[in-house]
T-cell receptor, first 114, second 113 residues
Framework: AQKVTQAQTEISVVEKEDVTLDCVYETRDTTYYLFWYKQPPSGELVFLIRRNSFDEQNEISGRYSWNFQKSTSSFNFTITASQVVDSAVYFCALFSGGYQKVTFGTGTKLQVIP | GAGVSQTPSNKVTEKGKYVELRCDPISGHTALYWYRQSLGQGPEFLIYFQGTGAADDSGLPNDRFFAVRPEGSVSTLKIQRTERGDSAVYLC???????????FGPGTRLTVL
C-alpha cells in the first residue's frame, strides 16, 4: 500500500509572502514518482512537477521550488512571493511501480489575500 | 495540442437512473484513468486502461460501475442504478504510458437527486 499525507488543510497568506506546502509519503517501493498538481477554483487539475525517486535534486521553476528528501519521505513545495492567482488547492501525489496507481493526498487549500 | 476532454461537464440525474460519462484522452496516449473526487478530498482511483483493456479496475466501488474503451481511445464510464452517494466529480486522465505523467480533463460533476 502507499499513502500521501498533506497535514495542512488550509493556509492563508498575504500576497508577496512565501509559503511552503508539506507532503509526506509512504511506500515500500524503491522506484516511485512524486507529483504536485494545482486545482484552481475552475476545477481542472494542472500538472506542476514530477520527480522520480532516484533524483533528489531540488528544482526551481520561477517562483516555485520543490524540496525532495528521501530521508524524511517528504516532497515539499514552496511558492516564493505568492500572488492571488496562486490561490487554489494543491495536491501531492505518489506513483510506485509495485502499486501501479497514483495515490493523492487530501490537498492543501491555499488562499492568497491581496 | 488538445488536452483531455470530458462530456458532459455537468450531469443531474435521479436516483436509480443510468448515466454515461465520456472521456476523450490526449491523442497518442495509451493509458487512460478514471478517478472520483468528492468534496474536500483528493481524486480516488477507479479504473485504469492500457489500450483497450482494463488493466486495473480495483477501484470501482461495486458492480454498478463499469467502464469501456473499445478502440483504445475514447472511454465511457457507466453507472447503473445511480445512488445519491455517487454524486461527485468524475475525473479522467491520460498518459503516454502507465508510468508517465497523467494529464487531467476538466471533470464531469454528477449530481444524483
Amino acid at each position: 500500500a502507499q499513502k500521501v499525507t498533506q497535514a495542512q488543510t488550509e493556509i492563508s497568506v498575504v500576497e508577496k509572502e512565501d509559503v511552503t506546502l508539506d507532503c509526506v509519503y509512504e511506500t515500500r517501493d524503491t522506484t516511485y514518482y512524486l507529483f504536485w498538481y494545482k486545482q484552481p477554483p475552475s476545477g481542472e487539475l494542472v500538472f506542476l512537477i514530477r520527480r522520480n525517486s532516484f533524483d533528489e535534486q531540488n528544482e526551481i521553476s520561477g517562483r516555485y521550488s520543490w524540496n525532495f528528501q528521501k530521508s524524511t519521505s517528504s516532497f515539499n513545495f514552496t511558492i516564493t512571493a505568492s500572488q492571488v492567482v496562486d490561490s487554489a488547492v494543491y495536491f501531492c501525489a505518489l506513483f510506485s511501480g509495485g502499486y501501479q496507481k497514483v495515490t493523492f493526498g487530501t490537498g492543501t487549500k491555499l488562499q492568497v489575500i491581496p | 495540442g488538445a488536452g483531455v476532454s470530458q462530456t458532459p461537464s455537468n450531469k443531474v440525474t435521479e436516483k436509480g437512473k443510468y448515466v454515461e460519462l465520456r472521456c476523450d484522452p490526449i491523442s497518442g496516449h495509451t493509458a487512460l484513468y478514471w478517478y472520483r473526487q468528492s468534496l474536500g478530498q483528493g481524486p480516488e482511483f477507479l479504473i485504469y486502461f492500457q489500450g483497450t483493456g482494463a488493466a486495473d479496475d480495483s477501484g470501482l466501488p461495486n458492480d454498478r460501475f463499469f467502464a469501456v474503451r473499445p478502440e483504445g481511445s475514447v472511454s465511457t464510464l457507466k453507472i447503473q442504478r445511480t445512488e445519491r452517494g455517487d454524486s461527485a466529480v468524475y475525473l479522467c486522465a491520460s498518459s503516454l504510458s502507465w508510468s508517465d505523467t497523467q494529464y487531467f480533463g476538466p471533470g464531469t460533476r454528477l449530481t444524483v437527486l
